[in-house]
């Protein structure tokens, strides 16, 4: 089971915004930086934000991150049909000694 | 430009071991900057991360696999492997190779389908 729990899913018409939240304890997010991933089936993970609210080079401004204590958010604006993937946060975990992932949330646009 | 290519068996059979090499290339993987891991989407699941390797060997494996689970790297040949032992239909998944650098996974490999029988 995943120690982060994020919504399964959330919707919004093009060019709307949507937020997805990652929900965790002082072990993981409270304690370490969160990235986000967008999973698009049939290819490979893709790194959206790092250290929290840093994008990688070729990542739009549309996409943002924060952290606040034991969650984080990522939020999405302008919101294309190109951006229906499934979205996962992730971060390392002191405790387990492991990185975990959230549950994901799929995101539609109407 | 890192590339990540992830090679092995498609199909193995329930008790044997799944094993899968992933290839780096456009960079050495004997830095002390990465580590070195994997990651596995079964049918309908999310994301599990398996584990990782440093280029020094020390690894951090799943608690829930490492029973099953050894990682190994070969500096010389830029590649790192995985095998899972025991097998069941459980690990049929689509395992990727993927970089770690601090708390993020910023190069991934385009994954590996590994069907169990059941």
């Known amino acids: 089971q995943s120690v982060l729990t994020q919504p399964p899913s959330v919707s919004a018409a093009p060019g709307q915004k949507v937020t997805i939240s990652c929900s965790g304890s002082s072990s993981n997010i409270g304690s370490d930086y969160v990235s986000w991933y967008q999973h698009l089936p049939g290819t490979a993970p893709k790194l959206l934000i790092y250290e929290n609210n840093k994008r990688p080079s070729g990542i739009p401004d549309r996409f943002s991150g924060s952290k606040s204590g034991t969650s984080a958010t990522l939020g999405i604006t302008g919101l294309q049909t190109g951006d229906e993937a499934d979205y996962y946060c992730g971060t390392w975990d002191s405790s387990l000694s492991a990185y975990v992932f959230g549950t994901g949330t799929k995101v539609t646009v109407l | 430009q890192l590339q990540l290519q992830e090679s092995g068996p498609g199909l193995v059979k329930p008790s044997e071991t799944l094993s899968l090499t992933c290839t780096v290339s456009?960079?050495?993987?004997?830095?002390?900057?990465?580590?070195w891991g994997w990651v596995r989407q079964a049918p309908g699941r999310g994301l599990e991360w398996i584990g990782n390797?440093?280029?020094?060997?020390?690894?951090d494996y799943s608690r829930s696999l490492e029973s099953r689970l050894t990682m190994s790297v070969d500096t010389s040949k830029n590649q790192f492997s995985l095998t899972l032992s025991s097998v069941t239909a459980e690990d049929t998944a689509v395992y990727y190779c993927?970089?770690?650098?601090?708390?993020?996974?910023?190069?991934w490999g385009q994954g590996a389908l590994v069907t169990v029988p059941s």
């Open positions: 456009g960079g050495s993987i004997y830095t002390s900057s990465y580590y």
């Open positions: 993927a970089r770690r650098r601090g708390g993020r996974l910023d190069y």
């Open positions: 390797i440093y280029y020094d060997g020390s690894t």
